[in-house]
């Protein structure tokens, strides 16, 4: 959780040396100021707000013999959340039935001293089942630990950031690997046991005067703005992110020295078009351009445009189910690689008219003008993958272009047998998921036992041979499983989600 000493010491020696050579008021990142003020913010009354945003169960199911790893046995999860500001506690009400919740519109606010920096704050994510309650796991520590589902975090209202169980770091190898504001009951590594694993999506923020999420004591020692007018949107050092962005992700807290430390300035041109410091190929000018819909420039994250055709003339859809696509976010999101699929909510996921028959010509076509618009360097090609349903392409699925795929639900709607609601979603779900691999570096000339069709029924001898690679990219699980495979099963097994290049998209034919 912590970087190396040796960095620290360096940076404290640097702080050091800068304030004895500088004047109180020579620089926007000035911590001579007294520390101890009375009032850390005398334009308001100090508030502190926890914010739920998401909650999803990560819960597996698989094809034709399903192995559920369910919350509550018998339904759907009950959630409800619990919050500890300071030890008082606040508590929602349940969403039933329910294992996908956007956007629950529930948060706990309690007033605080303003003259003290830290706020103890405690997550819980529980599932309601008539007097047995249980608690999900939303933490990293393992469950030998006390409180092992807790979130322990501490706020500081001169910043505005946290940090304990959650936190922020620019070095790789020490960052929260489930993202800034994001928790994983995985990440512990208990990915395949069943331990009511879960993720909550959470923001802390507190009353702020002019309302642009940085608090006085920032504005007014670290930056040198104005706390009473909202900078927002101000890019004082041309560098094409904002202040508020590098407010937001350019803070560290050090637990040894008791020190805050900024590694973005707004005021200090970076060059963010280079920086992509979570290697998921998105750059820290578009994980700016991204962040409105969660993209974390320390956790990686997968965009995804999907445009769907127009029903046919007998009323039958081309899409990509809503219950597939869940299924799709739960299998990345337990490997801490967070999926956004455009479905029309930022900007793309477009309605393409009826096609009986799309061969290939007319599917780059479609990419042309669907997704790029007409325009070869449109921004989105750097930013999205492309992964079309239609009604019939010829085959299930393939990659017409690296980084665009198709998928034919004429074709998908075949496979499942029975045909219930359940397996129609693992079929599509897996389907898709197997071309969206081939845009991550997964393919057959680098992965034995990817797209061998030497392996689809039993009485073929590599049905047997790549049994141990449990992956949809494994001609013997497409339809049926939604998952790569980690490499666990021995020999002739092959670990895609550590093998993946999250920038292979973006190499154009």
């Given at each position: 959780?912590?970087?190396?000493?040796?960095?620290?010491?360096?940076?404290?020696?640097?702080?050091?040396?800068?304030?004895?050579?500088?004047?109180?008021?020579?620089?926007?990142?000035?911590?001579?100021?007294n520390?101890?003020?009375?009032?850390?913010?005398?334009?308001?009354?100090?508030?502190?707000?926890?914010?739920?945003?998401?909650?999803?169960?990560?819960?597996?199911f698989?094809?034709?013999?399903?192995?559920?790893?369910?919350?509550d046995?018998?339904?759907?999860?009950?959630?409800?959340?619990?919050?500890?500001?300071?030890?008082?506690?606040?508590?929602?009400?349940?969403?039933?039935?329910?294992?996908?919740?956007?956007?629950?519109?529930?948060?706990?606010?309690?007033d605080?001293p303003?003259?003290?920096?830290?706020?103890?704050?405690?997550i819980?994510?529980?599932?309601?089942?008539?007097?047995?309650?249980?608690?999900?796991?939303?933490?990293?520590?393992?469950?030998?630990y006390?409180?092992?589902?807790?979130?322990?975090?501490?706020?500081?209202?001169?910043?505005?950031?946290?940090?304990?169980?959650?936190?922020?770091?620019?070095?790789?190898?020490?960052?929260?690997?489930?993202?800034?504001?994001?928790?994983?009951?995985?990440?512990?590594?208990?990915?395949?046991?069943?331990?009511?694993?879960?993720?909550?999506?959470?923001?802390?923020?507190?009353?702020?005067?002019?309302?642009?999420?940085?608090?006085?004591?920032?504005?007014t020692?670290?930056?040198?703005?104005?706390?009473?007018?909202?900078?927002?949107?101000?890019?004082a050092?041309?560098?094409?992110v904002?202040?508020e962005?590098?407010?937001?992700?350019?803070?560290?807290y050090?637990?040894?020295?008791?020190?805050h430390?900024?590694?973005?300035?707004?005021?200090?041109?970076?060059?963010?078009?280079?920086?992509?410091?979570?290697?998921?190929?998105?750059?820290n000018?578009?994980?700016?351009?991204m962040?409105?819909?969660?993209?974390?420039?320390?956790?990686?994250d997968?965009?995804v445009?999907?445009?769907?055709?127009?029903?046919?003339?007998?009323?039958?859809?081309?899409?990509l189910?809503?219950?597939?696509q869940?299924?799709?976010y739960?299998?990345?999101?337990?490997?801490?690689?967070?999926l956004?699929?455009?479905?029309g909510s930022?900007?793309?996921?477009?309605?393409?008219?009826?096609?009986?028959?799309?061969?290939?010509?007319?599917?780059?076509?479609?990419?042309?003008?669907?997704?790029?618009?007409?325009?070869?360097?449109n921004?989105?090609?750097?930013?999205?993958?492309?992964?079309?349903?239609?009604?019939?392409?010829?085959?299930?699925?393939?990659?017409?272009?690296?980084?665009?795929?198709?998928?034919?639900?004429?074709?998908?709607?075949?496979?499942?047998?029975?045909?219930?609601?359940?397996?129609?979603?693992?079929?599509?779900?897996?389907?898709?998921?197997?071309?969206?691999?081939?845009?991550?570096?997964?393919?057959?000339?680098?992965?034995?036992?990817?797209?061998?069709?030497?392996?689809?029924?039993?009485?073929q001898?590599?049905?047997?041979?790549?049994?141990?690679?449990?992956?949809?990219?494994?001609?013997?699980?497409?339809?049926?499983?939604?998952?790569?495979?980690?490499?666990?099963?021995?020999?002739?097994?092959?670990?895609?989600?550590?093998?993946?290049?999250?920038?292979?998209?973006?190499?154009?034919?």
């Open positions: 959780m912590k970087k190396s000493l040796a960095k620290r010491l360096i940076l404290m020696i640097l702080t050091t040396i800068f304030l004895v050579s500088t004047s109180s008021t020579s620089s926007a990142f000035n911590l001579n100021e520390s101890f003020l009375s009032d850390f913010d005398p334009l308001v009354d100090i508030a502190v707000t926890v914010e739920i945003l998401e909650i999803r169960s990560l819960e597996k698989e094809y034709p013999h399903p192995r559920i790893e369910k919350i046995l018998f339904s759907d999860p009950d959630f409800y959340v619990k919050i500890f500001i300071n030890n008082e506690k606040f508590q929602s009400d349940v969403w039933h039935n329910t294992k996908y919740i956007y956007e629950p519109q529930w948060s706990a606010t309690k605080v303003d003259d003290e920096e830290f706020v103890n704050i405690t819980q994510l529980w599932d309601w089942e008539l007097g047995r309650d249980k608690q999900c796991d939303i933490s990293a520590d393992y469950e030998s006390i409180d092992s589902f807790d979130i322990e975090l501490v706020y500081s209202i001169k910043t505005g950031h946290w940090w304990g169980d959650d936190y922020t770091d620019d070095e790789p190898v020490a960052a929260d690997r489930s993202g800034y504001g994001r928790l994983n009951g995985c990440d512990d590594n208990s990915i395949y046991q069943r331990e009511r694993d879960c993720e909550l999506w959470f923001n802390i923020y507190q009353t702020d005067y002019d309302g642009d999420s940085i608090p006085y004591w920032t504005e020692y670290i930056y040198g703005t104005d706390p009473e007018v909202d900078n927002t949107g101000e890019d050092d041309n560098d094409s904002p202040i962005w590098e407010h937001h992700w350019g803070h560290y050090s637990w040894w020295w008791n020190q430390y900024w590694y973005y300035d707004p005021f200090t041109p970076e060059n963010h078009s280079t920086m992509d410091p979570d290697l998921d190929g998105l750059d000018v578009e994980e700016y351009l962040w409105e819909w969660g993209s974390d420039p320390f956790r990686k997968i965009f445009e999907l445009d769907q055709m127009e029903p046919s003339p007998d009323g039958t859809e081309c899409i189910p809503i219950g597939a869940e299924l799709i739960t299998a990345f999101h337990m490997q801490n690689i967070v956004h699929i455009d479905d930022m900007g793309g996921g477009e309605m393409i008219p009826f096609d009986e028959l799309t061969p290939y010509e007319e599917m780059v076509d479609i990419y042309l003008n669907y997704f790029l618009h007409g325009d070869e360097n921004w989105r090609r750097g930013v999205f993958r492309y992964g079309v349903v239609v009604y019939d392409a010829t085959y299930a699925g393939y990659n017409f272009i690296t980084g665009a795929y198709q998928i034919s639900s004429n074709r998908v709607d075949k496979k499942p047998i029975p045909n219930t609601e359940r397996n129609r979603d693992i079929a599509y779900a897996s389907v898709y998921m197997h071309e969206l691999g081939h845009t991550l570096g997964i393919f057959n000339g680098n992965t034995p036992g990817c797209d061998d069709p030497q392996s689809k029924r039993p009485r001898l590599n049905f047997w041979k790549w049994g141990p690679y449990k992956s949809c990219m494994n001609y013997r699980y497409t339809y049926r499983l939604v998952d790569y495979s980690d490499g666990s099963r021995g020999r002739n097994d092959f670990d895609d989600w550590y093998n993946m290049d999250l920038t292979y998209f973006q190499r154009y034919w």
